[in-house]
């Protein structure tokens, strides 16, 4: 039986969970990992998701190099002091020294935007959308599983737009599009809003985040939405004649979330028995389990009704495992699936045979319920519904818990000692008050709530405050 | 209107289709191209095609570091006598000049073997089947949009196994998924078996293709699935304990297919007037086109009844558009859509909606045909299934003209010379000989045919032929 560490422990619970349920593994390449097949599936149900809902806004997904020549990143001035600490360069390929060295896209604004100067010529070209699933390279100083690698996945959109206006909007849609994804379909409640200006994207006019809360109260950055501006568009020199005849600039957008939100995933909704998966994401939604002692062996009886209930479940889309195998006692197999997050586990034996009962075990609970076989299948999606409900309403009870509104810096301290998490605070929005603020607390400014009060106090030097903003240490 | 040179200059014709079509472009880094969205809606299709396939074989996708050490490289020597000339090397990241310089991945067996010696312990750990959907990097000199580019993308799958015949299984198993997704799905005819040890993938025991035919006469590598032996096993110590309690090396494979694909799709089917796709890779399958004239404008009778037919389309599953722009005449639209490869055409006009008739109009023939309105979901499927029949026939066709047995060399160099493509020719399996061929013919050894007789004499040096293997020149 493998064992792991208490989720108190939360660091060495982590990786634990994503070493022994089999999601990652460490690479033999500094700071790198290997997704493995657990791992990689819950990744291709993120895909799936996002693609739909990509779709439904027009979005295309495209392939643009991993290469990207070191004068592009130059254009941009803020984009190359922001990225040039953190990329890898090709300097030789085959036999060939190059001429000018290659960065490893730490992201793709300076390729993408260097396509789009070739492609758009009039208003008609506008807007242009498109999406890629791809590795990105940033090499990062220390490193964890799934929550800063070298090279991770993710999906990197890139827009233009006609006017301010509707880039603005644009980078609003996919935020609600990762809200969705994140507040529903993984159960993980976020703080939606504006970065401030210290935290923008290298080249951004705005930076929209969606911030979570981890169980150690440490926030995380599970996905962000920029609205360009014209800045790219300027630096690419990407023009367009619009209807009244004049040459203009277009407005850009980029956005993206990355294999990270695994890591989040796991650390929201884990316990000190391992993985808790919403059912969405996770392969098998349900495990059935026949009873086998030494008495009652593997018989006809048993494989067929574990087959047929099998059966059943596909019938309402509803995929299963029906676990056969006699080398391993059901209560190891209890802790096994239950280790691996699977939602439901259904459990026969002689006597659920007999009575045409079953016996389904919720990942989330302890409790035992009898279903009559029957009703197998429309239970069984009752169950996960509420699984996927009951999983929200207590992530989102922790995160409410964790949210303080403060109005000191020694109130700051004394909360972020009590009850590690976001708290919230006034500020005059210069960087000197800001800075004091991190300093202070040991934490950094992750998002300013929409529609935060404007009025009241900068906490730090008095004078009249330009906005709220959510503090908190941070992943 | 876009012009296309024709189709005999067969490769300006090819890269003025694929940057037409905006199936792909040019990217500012030598050798490197972007796959547009209409040319990733293939890979996507095909993508889909094979996750499915290779999910009822039990095989799983997982995601592999894109760095590989160069002394893992190293541990197998054919493998990297193979590699290290077309190899791009990263020696420094971020602000460190890295102590080993890594390779970015040619392909991903050292990397993989690594982790599976970590992973693999005991026989029921076998059979382990992953696969992995990522880009690749070969520093190549000569490069040709989808053909050969310097990075490209494919699938590689990776498997291990408790015995040899079960490794040679499986990799027969997977020639056949390819020879499905070739000949069925995309509608291109491939010779398929062996190639010869000359040909053998670098550190593989046996290597199985797929040679699909150009127009021009040159054959295309469209596939491989290698049975590695032990080779791999060896070099990254990979061992099992076995039911009988000793210890073994397991037998591997791999295998891939690479956007290149998409290139021969292109050649194979496409037409002087540009595109022709098989209906499963085509994103929209049915364009409907109103005919309006300065008379007839578009109307609301018109709008109501396009949106009609897309969703009687919709209901049989077949996506459509509905080409509503008025900037384009209808014979604009026609000549786009037939370049963009569209398998069907319907038009509605003032008389079709008094006749409440259709006319349809396949992108691989001239008729024009009359269709009741009711029946169109109908007809428009089973016009679908003869567009995909009528181009499997046309290309075995073709294929199969070009296929000639050859019993000297001056007859194989006369053959080239006539009808450009496959010739098959008796050797003794001794490599002067074989590249006595290649010399005369400057062409090389494609595949030996399964069940290839033999008996008969080499054509070289007279004596007991090993085999019958088909030559020709090659992409």
Same mark, same amino acid.
């Given at each position: 039986?493998?064992?792991?560490?208490?989720?108190?422990?939360?660091?060495?619970?982590?990786?634990?969970?994503?070493?022994?349920?089999?999601?990652?593994?460490?690479?033999?390449?500094?700071?790198?990992?290997?997704?493995?097949?657990?791992?990689?599936?819950?990744?291709?149900?993120?895909?799936?998701?996002?693609?739909?809902?990509?779709?439904?806004?027009?979005?295309?997904?495209?392939?643009?190099?991993?290469?990207?020549?070191?004068? &592009?990143?130059?254009?941009?001035?803020?984009?190359?002091?922001?990225?040039?600490?953190?990329?890898?360069?090709?300097?030789?390929?085959?036999?060939?020294?190059?001429?000018?060295?290659?960065?490893?896209?730490?992201?793709?604004?300076?390729?993408?935007?260097?396509?789009?100067?070739?492609?758009?010529?009039?208003?008609?070209?506008?807007?242009?959308?498109?999406?890629?699933?791809?590795?990105?390279?940033?090499?990062?100083?220390?490193?964890?599983?799934?929550?800063?690698?070298?090279?991770?996945?993710?999906?990197?959109?890139?827009?233009?737009?006609?006017?301010?206006?509707?880039?603005?909007?644009?980078?609003?849609?996919?935020?609600?599009?990762?809200?969705?994804?994140?507040?529903?379909?993984?159960?993980?409640?976020?703080?939606?809003?504006?970065?401030?200006?210290?935290?923008?994207?290298?080249?951004?006019?705005?930076?929209?985040?969606?911030?979570?809360?981890?169980?150690?109260?440490?926030?995380?950055?599970?996905?962000?939405?920029?609205?360009?501006?014209?800045?790219?568009?300027?630096?690419?020199?990407?023009?367009?004649?619009?209807?009244?005849?004049?040459?203009?600039?277009?407005?850009?957008?980029?956005?993206?979330?990355?294999?990270?939100?695994?890591?989040?995933?796991?650390?929201?909704?884990?316990?000190?028995?391992?993985?808790?998966?919403?059912?969405?994401?996770?392969?098998?939604?349900?495990?059935?389990?026949?009873?086998?002692?030494?008495?009652?062996?593997?018989?006809?009886?048993?494989?067929?009704?574990?087959?047929?209930?099998?059966?059943?479940?596909?019938?309402?889309?509803?995929?299963?495992?029906?676990?056969?195998?006699?080398?391993?006692?059901?209560?190891?197999?209890?802790?096994?699936?239950?280790?691996?997050?699977?939602?439901?586990?259904?459990?026969?034996?002689?006597?659920?045979?007999?009575?045409?009962?079953?016996?389904?075990?919720?990942?989330?609970?302890?409790?035992?319920?009898?279903?009559?076989?029957?009703?197998?299948?429309?239970?069984?999606?009752?169950?996960?519904?509420?699984?996927?409900?009951?999983?929200?309403?207590?992530?989102?009870?922790?995160?409410?818990?964790?949210?303080?509104?403060?109005?000191?810096?020694?109130?700051?301290?004394?909360?972020?000692?009590?009850?590690?998490?976001? &708290?919230?605070?006034?500020?005059?929005?210069?960087?000197?008050?800001?800075?004091?603020?991190?300093?202070?607390?040991?934490?950094?400014?992750?998002?300013?709530?929409?529609?935060?009060?404007?009025?009241?106090?900068?906490?730090?030097?008095?004078?009249?405050?330009?906005?709220?903003?959510?503090?908190?240490?941070?992943?």
């Amino acid at each position: 039986m493998k064992s792991l560490p208490e989720k108190k422990n939360l660091s060495e619970w982590f990786t634990q969970v994503c070493l022994k349920t089999e999601l990652a593994d460490y690479a033999p390449v500094r700071g790198c990992m290997v997704i493995r097949p657990a791992g990689f599936a819950i990744w291709e149900r993120i895909r799936d998701f996002l693609d739909r809902e990509f779709r439904e806004l027009g979005v295309r997904n495209a392939y643009f190099p991993i290469f990207i020549p070191e004068s &592009f990143l130059l254009k941009e001035k803020e984009h190359i002091e922001g990225f040039a600490p953190q990329c890898a360069w090709v300097e030789r390929g085959g036999e060939e020294e190059l001429e000018e060295r290659l960065a490893l896209r730490p992201t793709s604004e300076a390729i993408i935007c260097s396509m789009f100067a070739k492609w758009v010529r009039s208003y008609r070209d506008l807007p242009v959308l498109v999406n890629q699933w791809v590795n990105v390279i940033r090499w990062e100083k220390t490193t964890r599983l799934f929550l800063r690698t070298t090279e991770f996945l993710w999906q990197e959109g890139h827009t233009l737009h006609r006017t301010e206006a509707e880039a603005e909007e644009f980078a609003l849609k996919i935020l609600a599009v990762y809200e969705r994804l994140l507040g529903e379909f993984l159960a993980i409640p976020v703080l939606v809003g504006e970065k401030p200006e210290s935290e923008r994207f290298a080249g951004a006019k705005r930076t929209y985040t969606l911030e979570a809360l981890m169980p150690d109260g440490q926030a995380l950055q599970a996905g962000t939405s920029h609205n360009l501006g014209q800045n790219f568009s300027r630096a690419f020199e990407i023009r367009f004649l619009d209807s009244d005849n004049s040459e203009k600039y277009p407005f850009g957008t980029s956005w993206g979330v990355s294999t990270r939100i695994i890591g989040a995933l796991v650390m929201v909704h884990g316990d000190d028995r391992g993985l808790v998966l919403p059912p969405g994401v996770s392969e098998t939604k349900v495990v059935i389990v026949p009873i086998l002692t030494k008495e009652a062996k593997l018989n006809e009886s048993l494989l067929s009704k574990g087959r047929e209930i099998s059966d059943r479940l596909r019938e309402k889309g509803i995929s299963s495992y029906f676990d056969e195998r006699t080398e391993f006692s059901p209560g190891w197999k209890f802790n096994e699936w239950e280790m691996r997050g699977v939602p439901l586990r259904i459990e026969i034996g002689e006597e659920e045979i007999k009575n045409k009962t079953l016996c389904v075990k919720k990942r989330t609970n302890e409790k035992r319920e009898r279903v009559k076989e029957e009703e197998i299948g429309a239970r069984c999606e009752v169950f996960l519904k509420e699984i996927q409900e009951e999983m929200k309403k207590k992530a989102r009870e922790f995160l409410s818990e964790r949210i303080s509104r403060v109005e000191s810096l020694a109130e700051a301290k004394r909360v972020l000692q009590e009850k590690p998490g976001f &708290f919230l605070i006034s500020l005059c929005g210069e960087r000197e008050c800001e800075d004091r603020v991190r300093q202070e607390t040991k934490s950094s400014p992750r998002v300013i709530p929409d529609g935060g009060k404007r009025g009241g106090r900068c906490v730090v030097c008095g004078s009249e405050a330009k906005y709220e903003v959510y503090f908190a240490r941070a992943y």
